[in-house]
């Protein structure tokens, strides 16, 4: 594995504002947080007379901005749901040419041509579509153990949708009747507390009815009773294991928070954010994309972007000097020699083959839980 | 410090596709996915005929939304413009009262009934004013050591806008006249490689012309010379410090990615992290809410957003039962008797005074550095 790092994966930071695929991170920090409110109040009272008076005008005018945000966030929702509409009948058609529920125009006759040589006459759709496209993903990838894709082979879709109240989303992921659960449609859901300020409430999943004996969540172990003993049948055992199926058991907040030390919460905390990795790439990346992932395209796409920019941005250096057209007339006067910038990173994005560094929550806490 | 974490500051998530506010993760995995990239074409020749008929047509379908999805972004960066143009008027409001620049309505009657009083009559504007709002922040508080405050006493506006070529972000901060440095604006960029998936490029950050003596990131420590020592000069020795203004001199990746361990590699990528929030959150939130930093009450939102919601969801179990109706028609018989979910989680949200777990990326790889 490469040790290169020249690079972050992070925001494209393309708006001010939004609510989105914002990972928050940790607020241990909380009881200070309401000491500093309370600070706060007492500095607002500590202000004279005419100082109070001027933030007073601008409480207004950030309340003027409050609504106008509010108004913004409206308006993305509604355009991030027409695109939704837009896109159904797409995931619809890809449904039936994966499951083959519609054959494809030219795919009969190649069925035709085919059969008596092979297995293919037999095959419906695209065998494997979903188990494939989750295993080209290196986050879904890293869940899948090989007992795993017996039953992900009967995975026909994945969909998600919103969820309001709470604001959320929700996964579905419709399987085939199949040997190893009952359920035909698995569900996790994501809740989050506020929208500006997104925070995960909790995370929820199927409870899977596992068929006797096909349990993928759990391993039997089978040990023969000691010489000696009275008992002579084999001891079983069952101890959980990993598996994709997990995903469907998400970890649990306890009821009571001092049941929690610092190393268990460390620990709780890095599951939690691991489980919304893998929702999260799933509604993100493979839903929309399942056919590049099913290619391995999605794959590749993510190496070009990184060696497309190579060549392009040592063309754009001077970028930089742009004014900012958006300055207070009282600035402009400050903002043209104050450009120089120690650009001592530049060289080593031209080497290829690199990594990305990762990258913490943007506008967000560290990803560390600070404990103090 | 409170342990308590019972959720997750996180995504909204309530669209489908962004490239906002992610950030990314760790990509230490490249070669292994140039290699699956590899493996997937051979899959791709490995499919029966009738099969690679299906998924060429899967392809254009995947083609169709990617167009789409081209348009959306598209139309979202639009409306994410306007927004930001509507907020112009605002900022330059908010930016003459605290300066001085205009007086509003009723503080010119306080000064003159304070004057003789106190030394109200000399101040112009809001004293502090971005001092404050970035000392009530905690992830930006926490850089501000007090040898900063004189500095940042001068902070008179902070202004972000989007950069390009290559795509990113510039923050700006715009300083009086000022005994420590000779600049009047500090300029921080940062570079994304792609939109899609974004990934940092690099930071930079104006170099500072600090007066003699002024320097804030360093620290200057005299010794007396030895005893017997032919010189008799102090020897003077200078030390990189904690100071905000580090956030003007980024870690940068060095040119050569394999003069770089593991562990070195993994203490960049914290470093870069860490400075990616900074700035983030002074986009994102200090630019935005300034006032509300200022006064404290960004800081109590934070809070109450958590008290509100733990009353809130209480009443929103049964939400869960909603049908999806973006269902294919194939599927919706399944989609009843399937949601019986394992809520053990429930319980814990209604315990008051938690703090939020950290969450690493949404769609992203997780906060650790995967080396292998």
Sequence with gaps: MSNDKDSMNMSDLSTALNEEDRAGLVNALKNKLQNLAGQHSDVLENLT??????????????????????????????????YQKLYQPLYTKRYEIVNGVVEVEGAAEEVKSEQGEDKSAEEKGVPDFWLIALKNNEITAEEITERDEGALKYLKDIKWSRVEEPKGFKLEFFFDQNPYFKNTVLTKTYHMIDEDEPILEKAL????????????????????????????????????????FNFFSPPQVPDDDEDLDDDMADELQGQM???????????????????????GEAVEADDLDIEDDDDEIDEDDDEEDEEDDEDDEEEDDEDDDEEEEADQGKKSKKKAGRSQLAEGQAGERPPECKQQ
């Excluded at 933030?55 to 509604?78: P, S, T």
């Excluded at 096909?214 to 598996?243: A, F, W």
């Excluded at 954010?273 to 290619?295: L, Q, R």
Aim: proline share 5%; hydrophobic share 30%.
């Design 205 to 244: 999943g199927t409870e899977i009815e596992w068929y006797p004996g096909k349990c993928l969540t759990q391993k039997i172990l089978k040990k023969k009773p000691k010489k000696g003993s009275k008992n002579t049948k084999p001891i079983t055992k069952t101890e959980d294991c990993e598996s994709f």
């Design 273 to 295: 954010e691991h489980d919304y990795d893998i929702g999260s790439t799933i509604k993100e990346k493979i839903i929309s994309h399942a056919v590049s992932w099913f290619t």
């Design 49 to 82: 007379p005419p100082v109070r008076k001027r933030v007073e005008f601008l409480r207004e005018i950030q309340n003027q901005y409050d609504e106008m945000e509010a108004k913004f966030f409206e308006e993305r929702a509604a355009l991030e749901a027409k």
